[in-house]
């Protein structure tokens, strides 16, 4: 037994004050004043020298991963030893459970990181699903994240779902145009930030990205009906207008990942889905996309969720602004 005190408690709805963490064979039992610490002399007092005691964080949406795995363009680790890395500097930023946000491409245009091949998302699939069955420092989930162009893994994602492998689904469409990136100049910009591309080349992979056959909705209806048979929540991405809101709800989504703007965000909220944003987000003072503000939807509360994105560190440090914005701190 161990109580944690002379800090300031993080509840669900509030910070207190004079209080202590009383915690019991690895489970926390109760939150005392620190008045009444003497009355548990067989506990070790840890002195939490007035920083803040939280719970730990459960991060449902970060492809940070992907750069352990693949530290660089045409390397590729192993992916059990990527798995423990991962999680010491996860724990060290305060992450208990992460749902590794893996992305499941017919191609990527972006990068030609090996972690995105099919064959090598699949090894990771395999090494979470693996770390259930033994002692980690965290808890390994996944977040399965499907692009609706990607229709010759569909049968290999129905069976990670039905295996248990899969914890979270949302469906992504990263067609220039619309979503993330309805403004063509800012997917011109990012995709030149991973390469080195003539005008004329991007002019092309804009036409056939725009040209290729993805899902219908009746077909992500179909996927996302048996995911929810398994338990397993759906979410939909980059929603760019109230209309996909609409839509993705008729199939079961309850998740409005990254919405574009404020209005679409009030929409989901409206509807009853719950609402993420990115903590990078906060800390840069806005989208590297030049979509909606994090902190002014969470500011309007219209948004539920804080996640890491691809940047573990910023849940705290995008927590704290907040607060500090908020006069809280």
Do not use: W
């Not at 002379?6 to 202590?20: F, K, P, R, S, W």
């Not at 940070?64 to 363009?73: A, C, G, K, N």
């Not at 890395?85 to 491409?105: Q, V």
């Not at 979470?128 to 808890?139: D, F, S």
């Amino acid at each position: 037994m161990y109580i944690i005190c002379n800090g300031l408690v993080v509840t669900e709805d509030t910070i207190l004050e004079g209080y202590a963490v009383v915690v019991k064979d690895d489970v926390i039992t109760t939150i005392i004043a620190e008045s009444e610490v003497n009355q548990y002399p067989e506990a070790t007092c840890i002195d939490a020298n007035g920083g803040y005691i939280t719970p730990g964080f459960i991060d449902i949406h970060s492809d940070y991963i992907e750069s352990i795995v693949s530290p660089r363009p045409t390397s590729m680790m192993d992916v059990h030893t990527s798995l423990r890395e991962a999680e010491k500097i996860l724990i060290g930023n305060g992450i208990t459970t992460m749902f590794h946000s893996l992305s499941f491409y017919r191609e990527d245009v972006f990068t030609h990181k090996p972690m995105r091949y099919p064959e090598n998302v699949q090894k990771l699939v395999d090494a979470i699903h693996k770390t259930h069955h033994n002692p980690h420092l965290i808890r390994h989930r996944l977040h399965a994240r499907f692009e609706i162009d990607n229709l010759l893994e569909i049968d290999q994602l129905k069976q990670n779902i039905k295996d248990g492998k899969i914890h979270l689904l949302s469906f992504m469409d990263h067609t220039p145009g619309q979503g993330q990136y309805r403004n063509i100049e800012m997917y011109r910009d990012t995709l030149r930030g991973y390469r080195d591309v003539s005008n004329e080349e991007l002019d092309h992979i804009i036409s056939e990205r725009q040209e290729a056959t993805v899902m219908t909705v009746e077909h992500m209806k179909e996927v996302a009906e048996f995911a929810i048979q398994q338990g397993i929540a759906v979410a939909s991405h980059d929603d760019d207008n109230e209309q996909k809101i609409m839509v993705v709800k008729e199939f079961g989504t309850t998740i409005s990942e990254f919405p574009i703007t404020l209005e679409v965000a009030k929409k989901a909220k409206e509807e009853g889905l719950l609402t993420i944003v990115g903590a990078p987000n906060v800390m840069l003072g806005g989208s590297h996309s030049g979509n909606l503000s994090a902190s002014e939807a969470i500011e309007q509360k219209y948004a539920d969720i804080l996640c890491s994105d691809y940047y573990p560190s910023a849940l705290l440090h995008a927590v704290l602004l907040c607060m500090k914005h908020m006069d809280r701190i």
